[in-house]
C-alpha cells in the first residue's frame, strides 16, 4: 500500500503545481474581462450624456430659417404657418412633407421646395399664385391672386397686365373674384377695367376691353357669358366697336363716330 501511495504522490504534487500557475492566468483574465465591462459601461454612460448635453444645447435646434420666392405674400405668414421657430425647434420634429404642406396651404402661394444645409439651416423657396387683377380703391390697394386669394397692398410685379378693379367694396370684391378666377386666361387678357357698375351693390358690372369694346353684364353671369366672348365679338360687323350687353340675350350697340 505505501509503495502504491508513495507511487501516486508525484502525480498530485504536479496537479497542484498545475493549478497553482492556471490560478494567477485566470485571475488575469477575469480582471481583463472585468475592466472592458466597466470600460463598455462608461463609453455608455458617456453616449447617453452626450445625447442629454446634445438634446439641450442649440445645436440640436434649428439655426436659420429662410424664405425666398415671395413677392405679395408676406414672408412672416409663410414662417408661422411652417411652424418652424429659430433656435427652439429641434431639428429631429421637423418633417420636411409636413412642413411643406402646410406652407402651400397659405392663400396665394402654389408651391414650395425646401433644402437643408449644414447646421440645421433650412431654407424653403415658394412660387406665388398668379396676379390676376388689381383693386385701385378703399380702403386701399388690393391684389387679386389667381387662386382667389385677395391681398392688401399694390402689385409688386415689373409686368403687370390684369385688370383694373375699381369702385368695388369688400362684398362685391369677393363675389367678382369668385368668378374671375373661372375665366381663361386668353379671355382675361382682353380686359382692361372693370367698374362696378352698380352702386345698390346687386353686381352690376361695366368691362372696358382691349380691343375697343365696352361689356355690360352682372357677375352672376360674369365667367359664363365672358368665357364666350371670342365667339361673341367674331359675329360683330367688321371692324365696329361699341357696347355689348349680355342680360338674358346679347345686345350689340356700335359707339357713335370714332371711338
Do not use: C, W
Not at 68 to 75: A, E, L, P, R
Not at 115 to 122: C, E, G, N
Amino acid at each position: 500500500m505505501k509503495e502504491r501511495q508513495q507511487a501516486r504522490q508525484p502525480k498530485m504534487d504536479t496537479t497542484v503545481r498545475s493549478l497553482e500557475d492556471k490560478i494567477p492566468y485566470v485571475r488575469e483574465q477575469r480582471r481583463k474581462k472585468a475592466n472592458r465591462r466597466l470600460i463598455y459601461v462608461l463609453i455608455l454612460i458617456g453616449l447617453l450624456i452626450g445625447v442629454v448635453f446634445y438634446l439641450q444645447s442649440s445645436f440640436s435646434r434649428v439655426t436659420a430659417f429662410d424664405v425666398t420666392g415671395t413677392i405679395n405674400v408676406k414672408k412672416e405668414d409663410i414662417i408661422q404657418a411652417s411652424r418652424i421657430k429659430v433656435k427652439e425647434t429641434h431639428a429631429f420634429n421637423v418633417s420636411e412633407e409636413a412642413v411643406l404642406e402646410r406652407i402651400e396651404n397659405v392663400p396665394g402661394i402654389r408651391e414650395a421646395t425646401m433644402t437643408k444645409t449644414f447646421l440645421h439651416h433650412y431654407e424653403v423657396d415658394v412660387v406665388e399664385e398668379k396676379e390676376i387683377a388689381y383693386a385701385k380703391d378703399k380702403p386701399g390697394a388690393r391684389i387679386v391672386l389667381a387662386d382667389g386669394t385677395i391681398l392688401p397692398g399694390k402689385s409688386k410685379e415689373e409686368l403687370f397686365d390684369a385688370p383694373i378693379l375699381t369702385g368695388f367694396t369688400d362684398q362685391s370684391l369677393q363675389r367678382l373674384t369668385k368668378e374671375l378666377v373661372k375665366i381663361e386666361p386668353k379671355v382675361r387678357s382682353r380686359i382692361s377695367e372693370i367698374v362696378a357698375n352698380d352702386q345698390t351693390d346687386k353686381g352690376g358690372l361695366k368691362l372696358f376691353m382691349t380691343d375697343g369694346n365696352t361689356v355690360l353684364l352682372s357677375t352672376s353671369a360674369f365667367s359664363n357669358s365672358l368665357n364666350e366672348y371670342v365667339k361673341v365679338i367674331s359675329a360683330l360687323p367688321k371692324g365696329k366697336t361699341g357696347t355689348i350687353t349680355i342680360d338674358g340675350g346679347i345686345y350689340f350697340k356700335p359707339y357713335k363716330g370714332k371711338k
